[in-house]
């Protein structure tokens, strides 16, 4: 179940920092470390607007599973509204940084890029 999309719209979910993207993934693998080789993709996306979402703007308990209703609601509607290429989000795990949504039917889609692939190494002490 997505944060903030509901099934069928088709968007990517990023981080601003290679940290919070390992922390995410971890938090969504129940702690587990992935198995495999991973890659980071570093990814350029044109100066666009934004829609940005405040932890003021969310519902209080906006970091448990049961908000996820009304959380697919606020994300499903800037889907819809395609005003944005990107919403930023507060992250569950460290409110004080962000996700970003890519919303992939924007006009503006196809302008993302991928700059880089890197390797990612797991350190074992995770």
């Known amino acids: 179940m997505n944060r ?4 069928g719209q088709h968007v990517i979910y990023t ?3 290679r940290a919070l993207c390992a922390l995410e993934l971890l938090a969504h693998t129940n702690g587990v470390v992935p198995a495999g080789n991973y890659k980071t993709m570093v990814i350029e996306i044109p100066e666009t607007e934004i829609k940005e979402l405040s932890v003021e703007e969310l519902p209080k308990n906006w970091k448990s599973v049961k908000a996820y209703p009304q959380l697919q609601r606020i ?4 889907y819809e509204e ?3 290429l990107l919403l930023r989000v507060p992250s569950a795990l460290i409110p004080t940084e962000f996700n970003y949504v890519i919303n992939t039917k924007h006009p503006a889609f196809k302008n993302v890029s991928i700059a880089s692939l890197e390797s990612f190494f797991w350190d074992y002490r995770l």
């Open 4 to 7: 903030w999309n509901k099934d």
């Open 82 to 84: 395609g005003k944005q």
């Open 15 to 17: 981080a601003e920092s």
């Open 75 to 78: 994300g499903a509607r800037w």
